[in-house]
């Protein structure tokens, strides 16, 4: 009805000081400002929480956090986008810092992921999503991880010598699964809102997503770049392939706490 200043200035400044050192922090050697600011982020999200309660018009409704489904899409949100948003830097790091591939190669060494991305969205949202509701979640999240081990024992297996040709199945099954995700992700979440909520409810997931997006290059980033000098490329990227399945292992258990199906009036929203 109104638009919270107070409750949006606060949720800016608080991603801010959160998101900046983590992207910054390694480039600029962890000077000891930028925990100070880890400190204030702290702090202004605290602010923000009493501020959300005491206002009259919240920038998130509060009945959305007593909702469990809509907590455990969160969840879901948080860890899936997390790890696929750092994944998807390092892999770029490795292939044109690591293997030396142009822009040019590393695209095309990419397009398998694009193309897996496509069929999958495309079988998901036409027939598997409406039929199967969250089973098709689940599924989609062993297949991606079943990609990303491929590319694991690709790399593994070739080391500095691998070539776009030996990692194009992993990120073609990668790609599947993701896609299989996309499509019926958000209608899925949102079924467990009542009509009221869904505009906050999908308001905070579009959020969410990009925020965790940005967490992800930056968390798992400074994690490459911390594992970059002791172990090298190769060893590097397996390792960062690790934490990124450990990341889609947190969202198929928060799977279950989603509704079984999307909204029937999904293709309104």
């Given at each position: 009805?109104r638009?919270d200043?107070?409750?949006?200035?606060?949720?800016?400044?608080?991603?801010?000081?959160?998101?900046y050192?983590?992207?910054?922090?390694h480039?600029q050697?962890?000077?000891?400002?930028?925990?100070?600011?880890?400190g204030?982020?702290?702090?202004?999200w605290g602010?923000f929480?009493?501020?959300?309660?005491?206002?009259d018009?919240?920038?998130?409704?509060?009945s959305?956090f007593?909702?469990?489904a809509?907590?455990?899409?969160?969840?879901?949100?948080?860890?899936?986008f997390?790890?696929?948003s750092?994944?998807?830097?390092?892999?770029?790091l490795?292939?044109?810092?690591?293997?030396?591939?142009t822009?040019?190669?590393?695209?095309?060494?990419?397009?398998?992921?694009?193309?897996?991305?496509?069929?999958?969205?495309?079988?998901?949202?036409?027939?598997l999503?409406?039929?199967?509701g969250?089973?098709?979640?689940?599924?989609?999240?062993?297949?991606v991880?079943?990609g990303?081990?491929?590319?694991?024992?690709a790399?593994?297996?070739?080391?500095?010598?691998?070539?776009?040709w030996?990692?194009a199945?992993?990120?073609f099954?990668?790609?599947?699964?993701?896609?299989?995700?996309f499509?019926?992700?958000?209608d899925?979440?949102?079924a467990?809102l009542?009509?009221?909520?869904?505009?906050?409810?999908s308001?905070?997931?579009?959020a969410v997503?990009?925020?965790?997006?940005?967490?992800?290059?930056?968390?798992?980033?400074?994690?490459?770049?911390?594992l970059?000098p002791?172990?090298?490329?190769a060893?590097?990227?397996?390792?960062?392939i690790v934490?990124?399945v450990?990341?889609?292992?947190?969202?198929?258990?928060?799977?279950?706490?989603?509704?079984?199906?999307?909204?029937?009036?999904?293709g309104?929203?």
């Amino acid at each position: 009805a109104r638009l919270d200043l107070r409750g949006s200035f606060l949720l800016t400044a608080a991603s801010i000081t959160l998101i900046y050192p983590l992207v910054q922090g390694h480039d600029q050697g962890w000077p000891w400002w930028m925990f100070g600011l880890f400190g204030v982020s702290a702090v202004l999200w605290g602010l923000f929480a009493l501020s959300e309660r005491a206002a009259d018009h919240p920038v998130i409704e509060r009945s959305l956090f007593g909702n469990r489904a809509f907590l455990g899409g969160l969840v879901f949100l948080g860890t899936f986008f997390t790890s696929m948003s750092g994944f998807m830097l390092t892999i770029n790091l490795f292939l044109q810092s690591g293997l030396h591939f142009t822009p040019m190669h590393t695209g095309l060494a990419l397009s398998p992921w694009a193309l897996g991305m496509a069929v999958g969205a495309a079988a998901s949202g036409a027939a598997l999503g409406p039929k199967f509701g969250r089973h098709v979640l689940h599924v989609g999240l062993v297949v991606v991880a079943v990609g990303l081990g491929l590319v694991w024992l690709a790399i593994n297996a070739h080391g500095m010598d691998t070539t776009a040709w030996d990692i194009a199945p992993g990120f073609f099954i990668t790609g599947l699964g993701s896609g299989a995700i996309f499509a019926p992700l958000f209608d899925i979440i949102l079924a467990g809102l009542g009509d009221d909520e869904v505009g906050t409810g999908s308001g905070v997931l579009n959020a969410v997503q990009q925020f965790c997006r940005a967490l992800g290059v930056a968390v798992l980033g400074s994690v490459f770049f911390q594992l970059l000098p002791g172990h090298g490329f190769a060893d590097a990227i397996k390792d960062l392939i690790v934490i990124g399945v450990c990341c889609y292992a947190g969202s198929f258990a928060a799977a279950f706490l989603l509704p079984m199906h999307a909204r029937e009036d999904a293709g309104a929203h």
